[in-house]
């Protein structure tokens, strides 16, 4: 089964500086990937995601994230932290051609990203 | 536009009790699909409905079961309650029931078995 793994269960950084939040996917052909963002006491939100279009994929409030199929990684960034973007991350992935879990997401654990002033 | 909308927001029952969850999709959509999130597990999928059919199933026992109305909206059941079901449950909805066209989650039932 597809799986993904986000290095890191708790990340800090500054307000300003540069946010990564790593994640690795287990596939033997390309999947679907996403970023979901979860802000306290809410529901996920689609931050972007990938369907084998562009590696490099754009998505809202300034994230965006890289497919590299060498490294299986899908990596989110964005240039410069705002204390809004504090929140929980989850990386999740669906395989395309699965007929069995092509309805359902699998999530990473989830990455707490902490933004200090 | 509403959301994706489910009810109650937080419930509160006792072991071996049982539970319905609803969720109203947004207008328009026909896919359902069904999340339980805990500290521990994360989160896992239980189901998803498209068009009131079934049309796949996460690894839950079968104290866990769903259905979808001809209105999109859909329920959750949860039979004889154990503690360990204390959650926040998920509902996401989407257009098409495609997974590329992302899914919408609402706020989520925060279920608490005592």
């Known amino acids: 089964a597809q799986s993904v793994t986000q290095l890191g269960s708790h990340v800090s950084v500054s307000e300003g500086a540069l946010v990564l939040l790593r994640c690795n996917y287990s596939?033997?052909?390309?999947?679907?990937l996403f970023w979901y963002v979860q802000y306290p006491n809410q529901g996920l939100q689609l931050l972007l995601k990938y369907t084998s279009a562009a590696t490099l994929v754009k998505g809202i409030n300034g994230f965006e994230a890289e497919f590299k199929k060498s490294e299986t990684s899908f990596h989110l960034t964005k240039p410069s932290a705002h204390m809004s973007d504090a929140a929980e991350y989850f990386c999740?992935?669906?395989?395309?051609?699965?007929?069995?879990?092509?309805?359902?997401?699998?999530f990473g654990k989830g990455t707490s990203l902490l933004v200090t002033p | 536009k509403a959301g994706v909308t489910q009810t109650p927001r937080y419930l509160i029952k006792t072991r071996g009790q049982q539970v319905t969850l609803s969720c109203s999709p947004i207008s328009g959509h026909r896919s359902v699909s069904w999340y339980q999130q805990t500290p521990g597990q994360g989160l896992q999928f239980l189901f998803e409905y498209f068009s009131e059919t079934q049309r796949n199933k996460g690894n839950f026992p079968g104290r866990f079961s769903g259905r979808q109305f001809s209105n999109s909206r859909s329920e959750m059941n949860v039979s004889t309650l154990e503690l360990g079901d204390s959650a926040l449950y998920l509902c996401?909805?989407?257009?098409?029931?495609?997974?590329?066209?992302?899914?919408?989650f609402g706020s989520g039932t925060r279920l608490t078995v005592v």
């Open positions: 996401a909805s989407s257009l098409g029931g495609a997974i590329i066209d992302g899914y919408t």
């Open positions: 596939s033997s052909v390309p999947p679907y």
């Open positions: 999740a992935v669906s395989d395309p051609q699965s007929s069995n879990s092509g309805y359902a997401l699998n």
